[in-house]
């Protein structure tokens, strides 16, 4: 166990309501990043925050959001949902980009 | 692309026989990790390597580096049926925030 939990592990929305994905960083951690995976396909990354900073972002429209709290924990928010958003969500939490990341379980959306 | 591609897309083997994939790239690289994802869960986070080592081991595991023809490889020894997963190569690469993920090697371990 990587000690990255991920909230809930499954959800189904209807096409244009919000979603917010929740995950907590194993301990000592401060860096998040989070992943989107299609099914069939790698992992596609969406942002990364530092220190509670969006700290680098990947080619993710604006209704892709998130935030980090003080104690490293993280949402990511999906508005206005579509389709194609339906995949695998994946947080993964690491201390600086050197020593690796370490993913949660993920959460599987499903928009319909 | 930065993308790494992993190769081949799927193996099959019977069980106790070796399982060799390989990633490829054409950026440079500070490392390069090796996950495996079982039946779309999360990623197991397998092992790293930085751009100044050129091999190493874990276990059954054994990864292998070539920067100069940007490459990796994953051996997984005397595999076993639970070893049945996908397994993805990431990039990290200088200057950068995030893991590039390839499209993964999907190996099935028959009993």
């Known amino acids: 166990e990587t000690g990255v939990t991920q909230s809930p592990t499954h959800l189904i929305k209807t096409r244009g309501q919000q979603v917010t994905l929740r995950c907590s960083s194993q301990s000592g951690h401060n860096t998040v990043s989070w992943y989107q995976q299609a099914l069939g396909q790698g992992p596609q990354f969406i942002f990364q925050y530092y220190r509670e900073e969006e700290n680098g972002r990947g080619n993710f429209p604006p209704r892709f959001s998130g935030l980090q709290f003080p104690n490293y924990s993280s949402e990511l928010n999906v508005n206005a949902l579509e389709l194609d958003d339906s995949a695998l969500y994946l947080c993964a939490s690491s201390l600086g980009g050197a020593l690796g990341a370490f993913f949660g379980q993920g959460t599987r959306l499903t928009v319909v | 692309s930065q993308q790494g591609e992993e190769d081949p897309q799927a193996l099959s083997i019977q069980e106790g026989e070796n399982a060799t994939m390989n990633c490829s ?3 440079s690289i500070n490392n390069l990790q090796w996950y495996r994802q079982n039946s779309g869960r999360g990623l197991v986070h397998l ?3 930085r751009s100044n080592e050129r091999e190493k081991h874990s276990g059954r595991l054994r990864v292998t580096l070539d920067t100069s023809k940007k490459s990796s490889s994953l051996l997984i ?3 076993r049926a639970a070893d049945t ?3 993805f190569c990431a990039l990290s690469t200088s200057g950068t925030y995030k893991y590039i ?3 993964g090697t999907r190996l099935k371990v028959l009993a």
């Open chain 2, 85 to 87: 997963a996908s397994y």
């Open chain 2, 77 to 79: 020894t005397a595999s």
């Open chain 2, 25 to 27: 790239y054409k950026t």
């Open chain 2, 47 to 49: 092992i790293l390597i």
């Open chain 2, 101 to 103: 993920f390839g499209t």
